[in-house]
């Protein structure tokens, strides 16, 4: 397959100059040959999974966060024998990635007694380790809840001078901003500690199942590590609790009557019962609602507890569901049952005694690593995001009130080093009493910005770019992306199909089988999960666990991002319902109503027109 | 119904004596019912009606029958004589000669096809053969004749197809004389080459005769309960096309193919393909011919889902039953409502990936070691 050469590609007409949206080291160059002839030899492929659409300047902190931190683990720390880091480009706004593999097979080898020594300490002492983890965690979600932001006075507060304080409120900004940027990319370092080696062992898992059984379809084999307790399901389970509250405290119908958030409230406000559950929800939303309504990478991911109407939606469905007499509990016995069975069955059809000895030790080493990978998640881009967010918001907020931008939004059309020198700008003119530059600046800069970035988001990133391998050997490329030469193929045949309405089949990752037809509801975002009606089937970019309302109502579910251990292919998997996942175009192709032929089993999608 | 179990268990239990089923020499039966073999009665009934009466033992629904036993064939061919003119007319046989050897091929069957039975068996098959049809609620059953070889399916000495089969038979006399001409395909030319060649002896080469009612089959085909193009053991493999099976076993038409998980009974993969030709029955001849599929049936499934499902559970429970991969031909009738329709004409032992020891990679090593070993092997991308 031929890819695009990487110092090829030209300029969007009103976009020259866009390089300075992003760190300089993301740019493909020619200057340098030695650089620019490693480029072209190396296989780049556009991060999707990541994201969808251009990346705002401030959201490539945790671009830059990953890069480093995956690379770090992979190649300083583990030493994962033939693969050092994962190389990271621009281009007009879209992320490539590339593997670095070892080429010298002596260095391979002498990486590997490295590997096995510090792998495997992690490995063989897991969880005692992921509990350190979980301690880490949280003291740093702590400090950042914790971090004050407050805007500039006019007088500094009399206890300066009384407490010989000797600081400023000015100071106090500039240092609370880099104590912000710290403390995520602190997190993300924090991120990648277990996820190399947790991803690497549940790949292997399934990579020797695959090698017994050349035909077992990966969601078999990833429901066998099923059932098992990860807090990616407790968001949901809050809600369940919420809804069966307010039945038993007799205010359901506040949910019934009310479909936004300010009604339910001023109605449950006015009765003792009522506010015996808004009590509750109090209890409940720190830290459960700290669910991300997208993966959480970008700032326009909100959460539940930055808009209530899509947990309280969620909860209403609830309510209707328990009414109707309506199970709203996940089988988790008979998702357990079914695990064991799929086990067992597999197990008795290894044909040697050395292979079922391999497949024990494996499977037991991926449920070991199981929780970790499901739960970090929800540390990491859910909770610590939501919060980093909102904090970012505020510094935001103290710039649009001197001027340095104009709306709170603003923000994210700066790099994070562009802020600080904005920062910088404004507090030296705070302090000294005059006019910041960046007032004539900033502002400026944005609104071109704005058209750049409109510019970047109507382009399409081809699939790939540069000189594709043999072999792949970094971990995370083969499963998260799921790189391989059809995936890649399947995604360039729809991108090249120039009228999307004239397509009717639509391939993707088998996600959770089963064949359904029913009406699409195309939703972008967590809050057009409003709009389900019972029996749709949901289109969406991708699903997270604030999405998990949604699943109580649907037939199906496809999305345009993500593999087999997507939250979307999770989800559908434990309640039966057929799933086609990182289809790359999904939302784009099908509209809402229209009648679809969902495959989950062949991961295949027909639009009936 | 009451007389059918009757009838069964009678026969079935031959040492009741009322029936005089055995050989007056050996004491061994010379008819039996397919439900009274089993995988031990291959020296007996042969490798296909052996293998259908474990399957009817093991609970698969199979079209009942009954078998000419290698006892009866014995019989047959002591009787009258024809085992020592047969031994005299191969000695000395050149198998290079190739005009010799038909030569002596179609004497041999000549004679066989021409010797009537015994009055005897030719009772006992009549008795047999109504006892079916009353069976089978029809006053004249059509049945399939076919020959079940001692030697068949002998891990190495394939002797698949060499023998023959004639189906839509009809009557007492007819089934006889398919009978015979089933005895006689022990001596095609080909067979007798083969076995001069390998050294069997011919003292050691028994038949047995199976008579079975036809599936009037609507679709039909083959089921491998392994993967046959990689042996992976999850899953079942189904080739089927309109009609007989004999067009997708001799290879006369592309299938539609499909791939089911062994585990979950989900089809994972379908291929429809355009099927041109199908087997049915002429009703005129009570032959089976070949026809062209109506145009706009040509590309569309021959199966439905639900008996892809049954049959790959059936399939299934035929693998639990021999403990080892198995080939499987199989009927949907047309005359019976889904839920009884579908039948299973044989089973056999899978022979090509059964031999080799498919030899995964680095097994048999710790997690750590097989996730190392992995990693340097890395992920072919083309």
Redesign the interface.
Known sequence: MKFPNPHDFKTIPGTEGWERMYPYQYQFVTDDPERKEYEEKAFWFYDGLHYPEAIYPFDTIWDEAWYLGLSQYNNRIFQ????RGVDHRVINGYIYISPVPVLDGAE?GSR?PN??ER??FY?KNWNELEAKWEVKMKALIKQIEDLPISRLPDLEDISVVTEGLGESKGYHLIKTYDDLINMGIQCWQYHFEFLNLGY??YV??L??VQ???????LQ?VTQMVAGIDVIMYRSDDELKKLAKKAIELGVDGAFTFNKEWDGIQAELKTTAKGQEWLAALEVARYPWFHVSTGTGWSHADKSWNDDLNIPMSGIATYIDHLKKGLEIERPMEKVRAERD??IE??RS?I?????R??FD??L??AKTVFPYVENHLFYVEHWFHTVFWKKMREVSAIMVEHKMINDVEDIWYLRRDEIKQALWDMVTAWATGVKPRGIKVWPKEIDWRKGVMQKFQEWSPPPAIGT??????E?FT?VLWG???SSISDWAEVTDNADPDSITTLKGF?GS??IVEGKARVCRTADDIRLLQDGEILVAPTTSPSWAPAFAKIKAAITDVGGVMSHAAIVCREYGLPAVVGTGHGTKIIKTGMMLHVDG??GVITIQR | MNTVTNTIERVSNPRTGRMSALSPVTGLPMVCWLEECRKESVDLVGGKCSSLGELINAGVRVPPGFALTTEGYRRFMADAGIDREVQSMLVGLDIQDMEALENTSSAIRELIEAQPFSTEIEDLVAESYRKLSVRSCVPAVQVAVRSSATAEDLPGASFAGQQDTYLWVRGTDEVLYNMRRCISSLYTGRAIAYRINQGFGEELIAISVGVQKMANSFTAGVMFTLHPTNGDRSVIVIDSNYGFGESVVSGEVTPDNFVVNKITLDIIERTISQKDIYYTVDTKTQESRKIEVPFERQKVQSLVDDEITELAWMGKQIEKHYGRPMDIEWAVDKDLPFGGNIFILQARPETVWSQKQQAVAKAGVSAMDYILSSMLEGKRLK
């Open positions: 994962v024998p033939p693969v391979i590997v590997f096995m792998a495997g490995y690497a062992a292997f898992f990579d020797f090698k017994l059984f050349p035909s077992a379809p078999r069975r799929i069955e597999y059809l044909n040697t005694e050395e292979e000895k391999t030790d494996l037991n080493t594709a391998p043999d072999v792949i050997q971990p083969i790189v391989t030469n088998a089988p089963g089993s062949s």
